[in-house]
């Protein structure tokens, strides 16, 4: 026999009304005791309920479903906020739906018309490209849309990002303090707005050091070949960089590798710095220094902005930024002044 509302409020003693609450998540709203929730929660998962998720649907108007894209599941630090995110929208009660736009905008807005096809309640996407248009159309008239870890310039869509211009002031104010002059960047995707933040703040360091005419930026990935095929370009340079700031994780990577390759050694011989934290660099030689992102807290927050607009039908208009943090580890060194 099939487990109901009416199974559980007979073996429970409570009305059908405060079940319906409390499998809803919405005990605490409705001021209904943890020792109340506790006991038909108890009760239902024992007796196997399982909600008529079609006729829920039909009445809230809703899937309980969710859009979620990224540019790269190639990319770790990608892959990282999909699974905090997937993770956090299941608290709140939903499925996400994955998609992949490598790093393409054609290819985001024809994912986004597929995701709108399912009907999800509403979308959290980390942007590609510089055009705001379709996705500001489908926040407007759809629905809602919360972008994490990267936004558009005069855009009035939500977003929940790191500051990307305070973390790539740090990572350059790091190596002129060291006493680095020829500091060399590896860059990401020239249109993401990540890389291009990242490159103001090392540019702003550089020129309140009168350094600016030595800037060099080389790259367009944010992958491990991209690190390593312009890091092995860099070290044939007549004059060749110090130290060397890398946009990403995996564009380090492909410059350890060339650097080793070089049989060149971090820091004795150039001075590195990467962009994301990753467990997997303190168990390098040497240990890398770099600038870490709250993923967790910028995903938990992109998916309570986007329930929060969704459960009240209501548009958000907030637009977050959180503080990088300077991981101190090996891979950094003074220069030694040359005896004349």
């Known amino acids: 026999m099939k487990t109901t509302l009416d199974t559980i409020a ?17 005990a605490y709203s409705s001021r209904i005791s943890r020792e109340t929730a506790e006991r038909i929660i108890d009760e239902a998962k024992r007796c196997g309920y ?24 190639a990319n770790p630090y990608f892959a990282e906020i999909a699974s905090v995110i997937i993770q956090e929208s299941r608290k709140y009660g939903y499925t ?8 393409d905008e054609s290819t985001q807005n024809t994912a986004i018309t597929n995701i ?26 759809c629905v809602p849309i919360v972008l994490v870890d990267r936004y558009y310039e005069h855009s009035t869509l939500p977003y929940v990002v790191t500051n990307n211009f305070h973390g790539g002031y740090m990572a350059a104010s790091l190596l002129v303090r060291n006493g680095h002059k020829d500091i060399a960047c590896i860059q990401g995707p020239p249109s993401a707005m990540t890389n291009r933040k990242r490159i103001e703040g ?14 060099v930026i080389v790259g367009n990935e944010f992958s491990i070949q991209n690190g390593y095929l312009e890091t092995k ?57 770099r600038i870490g ?21 209501r548009e958000i208009k907030s637009q977050i930024e959180l503080s990088p943090e300077m991981i101190l580890r090996e891979s950094v060194a003074p220069i030694i002044p040359q005896d004349k």
């Open 10 to 26: 007979r073996r429970t003693g409570f009305s059908k009304s405060t079940i319906s609450r409390v499998l809803n998540n919405k």
């Open 50 to 73: 399982t909600p008529n998720l079609v006729a829920k649907n039909l009445r809230t108007n809703q899937t309980q479903t969710i859009g979620l894209l990224v540019p790269s599941l």
């Open 96 to 103: 996400a739906i994955l998609a992949d736009t490598m790093e």
């Open 116 to 141: 709108l096809a399912r009907q999800v309640d509403g979308i959290i996407i980390v942007p590609c490209g510089n055009d705001p248009a379709y996705l500001e159309q489908t926040n407007e008239q």
């Open 202 to 215: 090392y540019l702003a360091v550089l020129k309140e050091n009168h350094l600016e005419d030595r800037a």
């Open 233 to 289: 370009l860099l070290l044939n340079y007549e004059h060749r960089p110090t130290a060397i700031f890398a946009l990403s994780n995996n564009i380090g990577l492909g410059a350890i590798k060339a650097i080793r390759e070089a049989k060149l050694r971090i820091p004795e011989d150039i001075s590195l710095v990467s962009f994301d934290n990753y467990l997997y660099l303190d168990f390098l030689e040497p240990a890398i220094t």
């Open 293 to 313: 992102q709250m993923v967790d807290e910028m995903g938990k927050m992109a998916v309570k902005l986007l329930n929060e607009s969704i459960a009240n039908h």
